[in-house]
């Protein structure tokens, strides 16, 4: 069957996050535009149960902080989406090592090195690869230090992607959510004036689908109104 599905002509996305918030929201619209989506993440159940809402997810559980990726990429990748992220310890007073390098190590490490694993595919098929970043990857606030140098970091591994990837034809988003309604966000704020995890991930599907004459390279995603916690 692997097989089968491998040699297909339907179009495959390789998506990180996909068992939680703007990652899932990913899945399910890709998968319901009628793309092949390989799901990543650690929470297997989480993921089984989105496959079993939506045809065309299939699950590859795994922990993204742990190398090599053996038998996570497919054959063909037509995008990469890269949402799973961590918010670690907040100021450089209280971070340990161990908080700088398994941020470092989810929020861009494995990014780049699901690209470069990625990448012969990527290039056969002018792909795209979006990288979820984070307001605080352009401003970093006081109690949130460790992530936004990760995010400023992505943003760099982006930029650079981009130039590399130029005349190869890979195309590469970078998208800044604001204050989002997932797990990931805990703010106190009125959660509903948070964005939608579908409203983002919406973003996410036009940047990849984006007309083959351009590349969005960035995107902030705010809230209608700011929010301030
Ligand atoms: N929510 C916000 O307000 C907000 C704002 C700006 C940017 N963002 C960014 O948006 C992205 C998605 O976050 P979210 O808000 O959707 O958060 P979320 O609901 O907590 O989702 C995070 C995802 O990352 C996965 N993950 C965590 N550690 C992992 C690991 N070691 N290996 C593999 N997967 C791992 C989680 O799955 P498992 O736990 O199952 O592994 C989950 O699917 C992140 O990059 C975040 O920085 C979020």
Redesign the pocket.
Same mark, same amino acid.
């Given at each position: 069957m692997t097989a089968n599905v491998e040699s297909s002509e339907q179009k495959t996305a390789l998506v990180?996050?996909?068992?939680?918030?703007?990652?899932?929201e990913v899945a399910r619209q890709l998968a319901q535009c009628g793309w092949r989506v390989i799901a990543?993440?650690?929470?297997e159940e989480?993921l089984k149960q989105l496959a079993g809402e939506v045809p065309g997810i299939e699950p590859r559980p795994?922990?993204?902080?742990t190398f090599p990726y053996p038998d996570l990429i497919p054959s063909r990748v037509d995008a990469l989406v890269h949402?799973?992220?961590?918010?670690p310890t907040g100021s450089v007073e209280r971070a340990t090592p161990e908080d700088w390098s398994s941020a470092f190590t989810? %929020?861009v490490t494995a990014g780049a090195e699901l690209v470069r694993l990625s990448l012969t595919s990527l290039r056969q098929r002018r792909g795209t690869v979006v990288f979820? %970043?984070?307001?605080?990857g352009v401003t970093p606030l006081p109690r949130n230090t460790v992530y936004g140098a990760t995010?400023h970091a992505l943003r760099a591994l982006a930029n650079g992607l981009r130039q590399e990837e130029q005349e190869h034809g890979v195309r590469v988003t970078s998208v800044f959510?604001?204050?989002?309604d997932?797990?990931?966000?805990t703010g106190n704020v009125d959660r509903a004036r948070?964005i939608r995890?579908s409203t983002v991930a919406q973003v996410i599907v036009n940047a990849i689908t984006a007309g083959d004459d351009t590349q969005l390279t960035e995107i902030q995603v705010r809230p209608r109104q700011e929010l301030s916690w």
């Open positions: 990180t996050g996909a068992s939680s918030g703007i990652g899932r990543v993440a650690r929470g989480r795994a922990d993204l902080t949402a799973a992220g961590i918010v989810l %929020n979820v %970043n984070s307001g605080a995010k959510p604001g204050p989002t997932t797990p990931l966000f948070l995890p």
